[in-house]
Each structure stands twice: as C-alpha cells, then as structure tokens.
C-alpha cells in the first residue's frame, strides 16, 4: 500500500493507493471519496467486544470502516477538524495516543486502553489508545504536528490538550501546569503532561478546547 499526504499542515489530506486485494482500517466518517473498486465494510475497533470496548475507552469510535480493494483504487481520507496528518511505520512497537488522534492503519493493528481512573484522579496518568503491532499508521491533530525526540532522561513538558502521541519507550505523569492552585487559575493553564525519554513525542500547535472555549461566548443558548 502506497500513500499520500498534501495540503498539509492544516487542510491536510491521505489519499491510500490500494493494490487489488489490499485492505485498511480507519475512523468512520473520514473519507472524503474513493474509486467504485473500493468496497466499505463496518468493523468493532477492538478484538472481541472486550477489546472495543477498552477502545472505546480509550476515546475511539466502537466501530472502524474498513476498505477493501477489489480492484487497484484510491481512498482519500481528512480529519474531522482542520489539522495534519503523521505518517508512523510500527515493526512489532506501541504507540499511545490521545483520543481521537488515530485516523487509520493496517488492520492488524490493535486498539486498547491505557491507564486507569485510579491513577487519572492520583495525577499519575490518563486514559490514552494503545496502538500496538506491525503496519502503517496514520495520526491527525488540529493544527500542524510537531515530532520531537527526547535522548534516555531527557524531560519534556507537554500542555495535555496539545499532546497527540507517543513511543510506549517514554515514561509520562499527569500533573498541575503550576505549583499550587492560584498559579494553575491565573496561569491560565491546566494539565500537563511530564515526558521523560527516550523515545518520540508528537505536538499539535493548536488545542481544540481552548478554541471551543473561545468560540462558546458567541454561541446563542436557549434556556427552558
């Protein structure tokens, strides 16, 4: 399977060059068109109803659509909000990313949870997809996307709604953007996220909450 990825960083799309017989996984809704040899099926994200469910957990959708070639066609595939697209080659590895950040892959790529409510309220994780096995994966984010590598101990602090993935090789901790809670108001921020390397982190440049927070005030509401 060949691949394409233009008009990046923010309109960006993914246009799949699929040889007759060749299949993919990706996120409902995120075709944007594709050759008549192409044929569409829905499937659960996850292995057994364990497994999509531990996806779905995870901040993925319960069912995936599935592309199949029955003759050489094209698929060609958008996020859902203005953003780009990262191409990540896994050999046998693990990914973990933030809910929704998974737009497409082999399909033998399997989807679950990591990380626990326990820990989330204790401030020593939260709940990311794993991506684990062997293929081409795609990721999208909102706003252009930002690879950087951290060498063995290397730390790097990531505000939360601006982190979209990383290697299972980098050690991470969910804490409060500042000492004490005035500094975390004032300060405007809220979570981060405290990678330790080594290992790859991606960054979105733009934080999709903090644009719905701005838009909200112009948004009309009906009261009952």
């Given at each position: 399977m060949k691949h394409t990825i233009q008009h990046a960083p923010v309109f960006t799309t993914l246009t799949l060059h699929l040889s007759r017989g060749e299949k993919f996984k990706a996120e409902p809704g995120a075709m944007v068109s594709m050759s008549p040899s192409i044929e569409l099926q829905a499937k659960t994200s996850g292995k057994g109803i364990l497994g999509?469910?531990?996806?779905?957990?995870?901040?993925?959708?319960?069912?995936?659509?599935?592309?199949?070639?029955?003759?050489?066609?094209?698929?060609?595939?958008?996020?859902?909000?203005?953003?780009?697209?990262?191409?990540?080659?896994?050999?046998?590895?693990?990914?973990?990313?933030?809910?929704g950040a998974y737009l497409a892959g082999a399909e033998a790529l399997v989807l679950s949870t990591q990380g626990s409510l326990r820990s989330f309220i204790g401030g020593q994780g939260l709940f990311l997809s794993k991506i684990s096995g062997t293929g081409d994966l795609f990721l999208?984010?909102?706003?252009?996307?930002?690879?950087?590598?951290?060498?063995?101990?290397?730390n790097y602090i990531i505000d939360s709604g601006h982190l979209v993935a990383f290697d299972e090789t980098v050690q991470y901790q969910v804490r409060a953007a500042a000492a004490g809670l005035f500094s975390t108001l004032a300060s405007g921020e809220g979570l981060v996220v405290s990678c330790t390397g080594p290992g790859r982190v991606w960054v979105q440049t733009r934080n999709l909450r903090s644009f719905a927070n701005l838009l909200s005030p112009f948004i009309a509401r009906t009261t009952s």
């Amino acid at each position: 399977m060949k691949h394409t990825i233009q008009h990046a960083p923010v309109f960006t799309t993914l246009t799949l060059h699929l040889s007759r017989g060749e299949k993919f996984k990706a996120e409902p809704g995120a075709m944007v068109s594709m050759s008549p040899s192409i044929e569409l099926q829905a499937k659960t994200s996850g292995k057994g109803i364990l497994g999509t469910l531990a996806a779905a957990v995870g901040g993925e959708s319960l069912f995936g659509s599935v592309f199949t070639a029955i003759n050489d066609g094209e698929v060609v595939l958008a996020p859902g909000v203005p953003g780009d697209i990262a191409h990540l080659v896994l050999n046998g590895n693990t990914v973990f990313a933030q809910g929704g950040a998974y737009l497409a892959g082999a399909e033998a790529l399997v989807l679950s949870t990591q990380g626990s409510l326990r820990s989330f309220i204790g401030g020593q994780g939260l709940f990311l997809s794993k991506i684990s096995g062997t293929g081409d994966l795609f990721l999208n984010c909102y706003g252009a996307m930002v690879q950087k590598m951290l060498a063995p101990g290397e730390n790097y602090i990531i505000d939360s709604g601006h982190l979209v993935a990383f290697d299972e090789t980098v050690q991470y901790q969910v804490r409060a953007a500042a000492a004490g809670l005035f500094s975390t108001l004032a300060s405007g921020e809220g979570l981060v996220v405290s990678c330790t390397g080594p290992g790859r982190v991606w960054v979105q440049t733009r934080n999709l909450r903090s644009f719905a927070n701005l838009l909200s005030p112009f948004i009309a509401r009906t009261t009952s």
